[in-house]
């Protein structure tokens, strides 16, 4: 298969994820109530690490989806394999957690086939129902099965786009880049640089979030903070760690990334 599958189990120690609301009472609730459940909010904000970190802490197995343009539906439930001259149906990750228990997270739903979604519409309603229409199957989804997909809704053209009547199918919750002290908080938990060095990178941070949507397809994510101060604690000079882990990564194009070496140097004074 072409997923890009990842699962973890219960035995995993709970990740490190620094709440910036009430995220986790929303998840927990919609864990309960069997309902799914969509996270939205721009690429290295902490969705994905969010997830990981609930599932450790429900103690529930974690089946994460990198959804891309090649990925459809029968990735996700199955399909029919040749193993040892027979061929045999093989459970894709969906019909898995389906199946066993478990939160499946579809990580940028939006970059996956459109048929991905239409299978996914009777598991968001009432029925909690998954059709294996290969096996003949109709599958009921235990009380202790979860759906919850991600996308970034700054990050789309109008191929990708979300439908209405998919997004008011799941509760939904809002992220964003946590407020400078929050993120200087986890910018230290995760790299161990100091207090200093963890602010400048914040305000680092902010200033080019500025620019994202006019000059920049996409801001500087916490995520690249954390590698950048992973960088400087390992002693990689400065410059050189703000070129690899901010920089470049951030554009292609060689105005763009004078202009943004420009700026740095004249927030460093």
Known sequence: ??????????????????????????????????????????????????????????????????????LTAADLTGRYLIKGGETVWVDGPLTRAVRNGGICYLDEVVEARKDVTVVLHPLTDDRRLLPLDRTGELLEAPDNFMLVVSYNPGYQNLLKQLKPSTRQRFLAVEFNFPDPDTEADIIMRESGIDAEGARILVRIAGNIRNLAGIDLEEAASTRLLVYCATLLKTGVAFDDAIQAAIIEPLSDDRDIITGLREAIGIIRG
Not at 31 to 39: A, V
Not at 53 to 69: I, Q, R
């Open 1 to 70: 298969m072409s997923t890009a599958l990842k699962q973890s189990t219960p035995e995993v120690p709970v990740p490190f994820y620094q709440p910036t609301g009430n995220e986790e009472q929303l998840f927990e609730v919609a864990w309960q109530r069997h309902l799914p459940l969509l996270l939205k909010g721009p690429t290295g904000c902490g969705k994905t690490r969010f997830v990981s970190h609930m599932a450790a802490k429900l103690g529930m197995p974690l089946y994460t989806v990198s959804c891309h343009d090649d």
